[in-house]
T-cell receptor
Framework: GQQVMQIPQYQHVQEGEDFTTYCNSSTTLSNIQWYKQRPGGHPVFLIQLVKSGEVKKQKRLTFQFGEAKKNSSLHITATQTTDVGTYFC??????????FGTGTRLTIIP | IAGITQAPTSQILAAGRRMTLRCTQD?????MYWYRQDLGLGLRLIHY???????GKGEVPDGYSVSRANTDDFPLTLASAVPSQTSVYFC????????????FGPGTRLTVL
């Protein structure tokens, strides 16, 4: 079936350290979106990647889409306490459904 | 503009009771979705609707039903609630006409005893 694996499930980092979460699919994706959910909140859209090899940046966040359009990553440089939350990838397999990865929960040690 | 609203915010329900979770959006998005979120399992799609009058099954549809009589409303019904349906439920709408972004409601926390 069409599934995606998101790793790691949890990540604890010291404030100021970098953080990366990965999303891996066994099949080629049409596109992939990334969302952030703060504790107690709802998922909020961050970005969409469409093109093979695409790299997009939002301040300290860097999003990449693999050349084969099967893998994606979100990298945060120099984490801050405001980065706390769970980061989800949402792969689009080209059908009408939009499913989500299991998420990576980021906690920051001040 | 409210975006997406959900009601109730939270509910405690006895097993076997019927419950409808309400979802309304004012962005005129054609596509709407219901997800449940459980610890360690992320967001799982229950049902979706690409446009008013149509619905489809997601990953975990059993025990749930939806209807889409108009563009704005997408209620989720639990015909006979069971404890395994204890979860946080999120409704979302999708702007497929332009950015393809999904917008989520604030969620409903449901406890079935």
């Amino acid at each position: 079936g069409q599934q995606v694996m998101q790793i790691p499930q949890y990540q604890h980092v010291q404030e100021g350290e970098d953080f990366t979460t990965y999303c891996n699919s066994s099949t080629t994706l049409s596109n992939i979106q990334w969302y952030k959910q703060r504790p107690g909140g709802h998922p909020v859209f961050l970005i969409q990647l469409v093109k093979s090899g695409e790299v997009k940046k939002q301040k300290r966040l860097t999003f990449q889409f693999g050349e084969a359009k099967k893998n994606s990553s979100l990298h945060i440089t120099a984490t801050q306490t405001t980065d706390v939350g769970t980061y989800f990838c949402a792969p689009n397999f080209g059908n009408e459904k939009l499913t989500f990865g299991t998420g990576t929960r980021l906690t920051i040690i001040p | 503009i409210a975006g997406i609203t959900q009601a109730p915010t939270s509910q405690i329900l006895a097993a076997g009771r019927r419950m409808t979770l309400r979802c309304t959006q004012d962005m005129r998005h054609n596509a709407m979705y219901w997800y449940r979120q459980d610890l360690g399992l992320g967001l799982r799609l229950i049902h979706y609707s690409n446009t008013a009058g149509t619905t489809g099954k997601g990953e975990v549809p059993d025990g749930y039903s939806v209807s889409r009589a108009n563009t704005d409303d997408f209620p989720l019904t639990l015909a006979s609630a069971v404890p395994s349906q204890t979860s946080v439920y999120f409704c979302a709408s999708r702007d497929r006409a332009s950015t393809d972004t999904q917008y989520f409601g604030p969620g409903t926390r449901l406890t079935v005893l």
